[in-house]
């Protein structure tokens, strides 16, 4: 009795014992899943090396190695203050030793960074990971590369020791195990599996942490038999290709800046021969764009959506693109989700519509744009450039901009022609559940076809981390570990040997499976980098693509949830307001020269055949300035240039929006300029009265008629203003303005030229006026003295003579 008593107690005390063990390694009982994390692993056992041990270099060493539970606290990420550990180089899929698609060998290289004045004991960098896991759902695939998901991650792949690490050095090792050694021996089905790498320094003051994945390729474990792209041959999907997972990527070709070359700007505002409008503004391609031309010739999937002012940047290096977006990349979210009056500023729905993207693109006009290409600019006539157009006509798709795709922005895409849209936020499921890539959304006016960036694999094949507490995706070789596991995650639920760690739902088993990937131009991705990723795609066998044509048409659209949020800041909102009114100013004034400065009877010739205030909506938009007897047709070809700045200030990828709206207030001004008063040099008046001679010089090819509105600085003088005056084109003409001084000194007249509406414009031109008579009216002072005095004299001696006796 009493022996069956201690046995018990001892039992007690030893569940206690353990239970308590347990806690102090931070065992994650709250987790989900955790019941088939905790089973008992079958890498447990499994046939070890003969001394015991698993793998490369050894196997489960501790309890403080087999339980490995992500602490964000104790994961140092990298940074220039603090000690980093970084993947620079990984296999990121392998495959069983018999497998014919995958290598069967696993290598990861690794560098310990300390940029701190601290050195950093030696120590050793693990790598493990977890066979029985194969993730099924993106939540949970992101919470392990934020660390913030505990995973028994026991198997050791390999050790490496690290030397001590002085101040400002690192130091680089390479980890190396073979698919037939543990833990990968014990890998069944399909699917990603976590890796956890790690740095602990023998003193234990350093501990680093990087979370990534490797994606296990047992293509048996694959269900379905179908083509190796997913299709059918026809342009239709063989739903039967169930192990497929089909991609396309469509990358933005758009300008990060816009250049204005000042002398061709000086040249169409002048009017003059040969002067280009598509030549005034040239692209600056973003970094992605310039990266995605360059992997077009190898990668063959990537469907490019160009700007159609940026296509000569395209087809300069032997590319072609796919479709065209809206003008300018210009933001149509955001257009029709503010109060601002857009069309007062001389932009509506036509100056964005898919018809003007498309006779833009057909047409040639961009194709000369962008000092990447050097091809030559259009004549005068119009006719295309040495830079040839697109072979054939492209479609045109709405790209998002800063807000979201709502009701009435969706609307207004569909109103302006376009009836597929990109949705790169707002509307972009995670989940594989709710993800649809392709989707159908209905608005006032019609349906609009919306195709949903899935946000994680567009953020990573762009050169970003999914966010930043991924602390395993810093590098681009990180970011391939997580794009790859990214890819295989719609194909991972149907292994019956997998343990999901949150199982999918089993209606949307192929919910996943159809993916569109949009780069992002505020990413960074690097020509070697983008190269890279999409030849890891290019290697996982389950992947397909699709060109967009194709992509669309062989995905059952679903329905879209559109949300009501614009997705507009107030920053963005104010921005955006600022734009709109400056822009109606300017556009104001351009109007105001052609109706108040251009003479309406000799500078005009109205005929309404030829008035057509949209320039980018015709089809012979390609068209140069043209010097006729008509201003109309010139003042309508600088509205467009004003249009394509405003255009240009709400380009979605421009860096500096305030520049391009400054550059239309400069066309505003600049044309004003034409019209202008010659520099007077300094006027000395020789007497009381003169004449002032001012020679107003008219630049246009046009008559204008304005008058000259003059101010004196000071009372000592006067000026009048001219009457007003024409004057011919490309000539000058004199006019005088009478002065009148009325004490000597000196000052200055101001001189203004007004419009016909006596309304002033340009600058104040001064002139010195001087009056040297100072001498001559102290003599006539003199005089008129001398004369009273006389006077006086001549009274006094008139009242005292004293008369003759014979008078």
Same mark, same amino acid.
């Given at each position: 009795?009493?022996?069956?008593?201690?046995?018990?107690?001892?039992?007690?005390?030893?569940? %206690?014992?353990? %239970?308590?063990?347990?806690?102090?390694?931070?065992?994650?009982?709250?987790?989900?899943?955790?019941?088939?994390?905790?089973?008992?692993?079958?890498?447990?056992?499994?046939?070890?090396?003969?001394?015991?041990?698993?793998?490369?270099?050894?196997?489960?060493?501790?309890?403080?190695?087999?339980?490995?539970?992500?602490?964000?606290?104790?994961?140092?990420? +990298?940074?220039?203050?603090?000690?980093?550990?970084?993947?620079?180089?990984?296999?990121?899929?392998?495959?069983?030793?018999?497998?014919?698609?995958?290598?069967?060998?696993?290598?990861?290289?690794?560098?310990?960074?300390?940029?701190?004045?601290?050195?950093?004991?030696?120590?050793?960098?693990?790598?493990?990971?977890?066979?029985?896991?194969?993730?099924?759902?993106?939540?949970?695939?992101?919470?392990?590369?934020?660390?913030?998901?505990?995973?028994?991650?026991?198997?050791?792949?390999?050790?490496?020791?690290? &030397?001590?690490?002085?101040?400002?050095?690192?130091?680089?090792?390479?980890?190396?195990?073979?698919?037939?050694?543990?833990?990968?021996?014990?890998?069944?089905?399909?699917?990603?599996?976590?890796?956890? %790498?790690?740095?602990?320094?023998?003193?234990?003051?350093?501990?680093?942490?990087?979370?990534?994945?490797?994606?296990?390729?047992?293509?048996?474990?694959?269900?379905?038999?179908?083509?190796?792209?997913?299709?059918?041959?026809?342009?239709?999907?063989?739903?039967? +290709?169930?192990?497929?997972?089909?991609?396309?990527?469509?990358?933005?070709?758009?300008?990060?800046?816009?250049?204005?070359?000042?002398?061709?700007?000086?040249?169409?505002?002048?009017?003059?021969?040969?002067?280009?409008?598509?030549?005034?503004?040239?692209?600056?391609?973003?970094?992605?764009?310039?990266?995605?031309?360059?992997?077009?010739?190898?990668?063959?999937?990537?469907?490019?959506?160009?700007?159609?002012?940026?296509?000569?940047?395209?087809?300069?290096?032997?590319?072609?693109?796919?479709?065209?977006?809206?003008?300018?990349?210009?933001?149509?979210?955001?257009?029709?989700?503010?109060?601002?009056?857009?069309?007062?500023?001389?932009?509506?729905?036509?100056?964005?519509?898919?018809?003007?993207?498309?006779?833009?693109?057909?047409?040639?006009?961009?194709?000369?744009?962008?000092?990447?290409? &050097?091809?030559?600019?259009?004549?005068?006539?119009?006719?295309?450039?040495?830079?040839?157009?697109?072979?054939?006509?492209?479609?045109?798709?709405?790209?998002?901009?800063?807000?979201?795709?709502?009701?009435?922005?969706?609307?207004?895409?569909?109103?302006?022609?376009?009836?597929?849209?990109?949705?790169?936020?707002?509307?972009?499921?995670?989940?594989?559940?709710?993800?649809?890539?392709?989707?159908?959304?209905?608005?006032?006016?019609?349906?609009?076809?919306?195709?949903?960036?899935?946000?994680?694999?567009?953020?990573?094949?762009?050169?970003?981390?999914?966010?930043?507490?991924?602390?395993?995706?810093?590098?681009?070789?990180?970011?391939?570990?997580?794009?790859?596991?990214?890819?295989?995650?719609?194909?991972?639920? &149907?292994?019956?040997?997998?343990?999901?760690? @949150?199982?999918?739902?089993?209606?949307?088993?192929?919910?996943?499976?159809?993916?569109?990937?949009?780069?992002?131009?505020?990413?960074?991705?690097?020509?070697?980098?983008?190269?890279?990723?999409?030849?890891?795609?290019?290697?996982?066998?389950?992947?397909?693509?699709?060109?967009?044509?194709?992509?669309?048409?062989?995905?059952?659209?679903?329905? +879209?949830?559109?949300?009501?949020?614009?997705?507009?800041?107030?920053?963005?909102?104010?921005?955006?307001?600022?734009?709109?009114?400056?822009?109606?100013?300017?556009?104001?004034?351009?109007?105001?020269?052609?109706?108040?400065?251009?003479?309406?009877?000799?500078?005009?010739?109205?005929?309404?055949?030829?008035?057509?205030?949209?320039?980018?909506?015709?089809?012979?938009?390609?068209?140069?300035?043209?010097?006729?007897?008509?201003?109309?047709?010139?003042?309508?070809?600088?509205?467009?240039?004003?249009?394509?700045?405003?255009?240009?200030?709400?380009?979605?990828?421009?860096?500096?929006?305030?520049?391009?709206?400054?550059?239309?207030?400069?066309?505003?001004?600049?044309?004003?300029?034409?019209?202008?008063?010659?520099?007077?040099?300094?006027?000395?008046?020789?007497?009381?009265?003169?004449?002032?001679?001012?020679?107003?010089?008219?630049?246009?090819?046009?008559?204008?008629?304005?008058?000259?509105?003059? @101010?004196?600085?000071?009372?000592?003088?006067?000026?009048?203003?001219?009457?007003?005056?024409?004057?011919?084109?490309?000539?000058?003409?004199?006019?005088?303005?009478?002065?009148?001084?009325?004490?000597?000194?000196?000052?200055?007249?101001?001189?203004?030229?007004?419009?016909?509406?006596?309304?002033?414009?340009?600058?104040?031109?001064?002139?010195?006026?001087?009056?040297?008579?100072?001498?001559?009216?102290?003599?006539?002072?003199?005089?008129?003295?001398? +004369?009273?005095?006389?006077?006086?004299? &001549?009274?006094? @001696?008139?009242?005292?003579?004293?008369?003759?006796?014979?008078?």
């Amino acid at each position: 009795m009493r022996t069956t008593a201690f046995r018990t107690i001892m039992a007690f005390v030893s569940c %206690v014992a353990l %239970v308590c063990a347990v806690i102090a390694t931070g065992a994650p009982w709250s987790l989900p899943g955790l019941a088939a994390l905790q089973a008992t692993p079958a890498y447990a056992e499994g046939t070890g090396d003969s001394d015991g041990s698993h793998g490369t270099n050894g196997g489960i060493t501790d309890d403080s190695t087999a339980l490995t539970v992500a602490d964000e606290s104790s994961s140092t990420s +990298a940074s220039d203050t603090t000690a980093s550990l970084t993947i620079t180089a990984s296999t990121p899929i392998v495959g069983p030793t018999d497998s014919s698609t995958a290598p069967t060998a696993y290598s990861l290289t690794v560098t310990v960074s300390n940029p701190t004045d601290t050195a950093i004991d030696a120590g050793t960098v693990e790598a493990s990971m977890n066979p029985d896991v194969a993730f099924s759902t993106t939540e949970d695939m992101q919470s392990w590369a934020e660390g913030a998901l505990g995973i028994w991650a026991a198997g050791v792949i390999a050790t490496a020791d690290v &030397g001590r690490l002085e101040p400002g050095a690192s130091q680089t090792v390479t980890l190396t195990n073979g698919t037939s050694e543990y833990p990968f021996n014990e890998c069944s089905g399909f699917g990603a599996r976590p890796v956890l %790498v790690s740095f602990d320094s023998d003193d234990g003051a350093t501990h680093l942490e990087s979370h990534t994945f490797v994606t296990y390729d047992d293509e048996s474990a694959l269900s379905g038999s179908g083509s190796s792209d997913g299709s059918t041959g026809d342009g239709t999907s063989d739903d039967s +290709a169930a192990s497929r997972v089909t991609l396309a990527i469509a990358a933005p070709v758009t300008a990060q800046s816009w250049t204005t070359d000042s002398d061709t700007l000086a040249s169409v505002t002048a009017a003059r021969e040969g002067s280009d409008l598509f030549s005034v503004t040239s692209p600056q391609l973003t970094p992605l764009a310039s990266a995605a031309i360059d992997a077009k010739a190898k990668h063959t999937e990537i469907s490019l959506v160009s700007d159609p002012l940026c296509l000569g940047s395209v087809s300069s290096q032997g590319a072609a693109a796919s479709a065209a977006m809206q003008p300018a990349a210009a933001d149509i979210t955001a257009m029709a989700q503010t109060s601002s009056d857009w069309s007062a500023a001389g932009i509506d729905s036509d100056s964005v519509s898919a018809a003007s993207a498309a006779n833009l693109a057909q047409s040639g006009s961009g194709s000369q744009n962008g000092a990447q290409s &050097g091809s030559a600019a259009p004549s005068a006539s119009g006719t295309d450039s040495a830079q040839p157009a697109q072979s054939a006509p492209l479609e045109s798709i709405a790209w998002q901009g800063r807000g979201s795709w709502t009701a009435a922005s969706l609307g207004y895409a569909h109103d302006a022609g376009y009836s597929t849209v990109v949705s790169t936020s707002g509307n972009t499921g995670t989940d594989r559940d709710s993800y649809a890539a392709v989707a159908s959304a209905g608005a006032a006016s019609g349906s609009v076809t919306v195709l949903n960036a899935e946000s994680t694999m567009s953020s990573l094949l762009s050169g970003q981390a999914s966010s930043d507490q991924a602390d395993g995706e810093t590098t681009a070789s990180g970011r391939i570990n997580r794009l790859i596991a990214q890819s295989a995650l719609g194909l991972a639920s &149907g292994g019956s040997a997998l343990s999901p760690l @949150r199982p999918a739902s089993d209606d949307s088993a192929n919910g996943y499976t159809r993916l569109f990937v949009a780069l992002s131009d505020a990413a960074s991705a690097t020509n070697d980098d983008l190269d890279a990723m999409l030849s890891a795609l290019e290697s996982a066998h389950w992947v397909s693509f699709q060109s967009l044509d194709d992509f669309i048409a062989s995905a059952p659209a679903a329905t +879209a949830s559109i949300p009501t949020d614009t997705g507009l800041d107030q920053s963005e909102s104010a921005y955006l307001s600022s734009t709109a009114t400056a822009l109606a100013s300017s556009r104001t004034s351009m109007s105001r020269f052609f109706t108040s400065v251009i003479d309406p009877e000799k500078g005009r010739n109205i005929d309404p055949s030829q008035d057509n205030p949209q320039a980018l909506s015709r089809q012979d938009a390609q068209q140069t300035a043209h010097i006729s007897d008509n201003a109309q047709v010139w003042e309508t070809d600088l509205t467009t240039l004003h249009t394509l700045y405003g255009l240009h200030a709400l380009d979605i990828s421009i860096a500096d929006g305030a520049a391009a709206t400054k550059d239309a207030e400069n066309l505003a001004s600049g044309l004003f300029a034409n019209v202008s008063i010659q520099q007077l040099n300094s006027v000395v008046m020789m007497s009381t009265t003169a004449s002032l001679p001012v020679t107003i010089v008219n630049n246009t090819p046009y008559p204008v008629t304005v008058s000259v509105d003059a @101010r004196s600085g000071a009372t000592i003088l006067s000026v009048e203003d001219s009457d007003s005056i024409t004057v011919a084109g490309r000539s000058e003409q004199q006019v005088t303005l009478p002065l009148t001084a009325y004490s000597s000194g000196s000052t200055y007249v101001g001189l203004r030229l007004l419009d016909a509406q006596g309304a002033p414009f340009n600058s104040e031109l001064t002139v010195t006026v001087s009056n040297s008579l100072r001498l001559n009216d102290q003599l006539g002072y003199g005089i008129i003295a001398f +004369a009273v005095l006389l006077t006086i004299g &001549g009274l006094w @001696r008139q009242f005292h003579r004293k008369k003759d006796t014979d008078s």
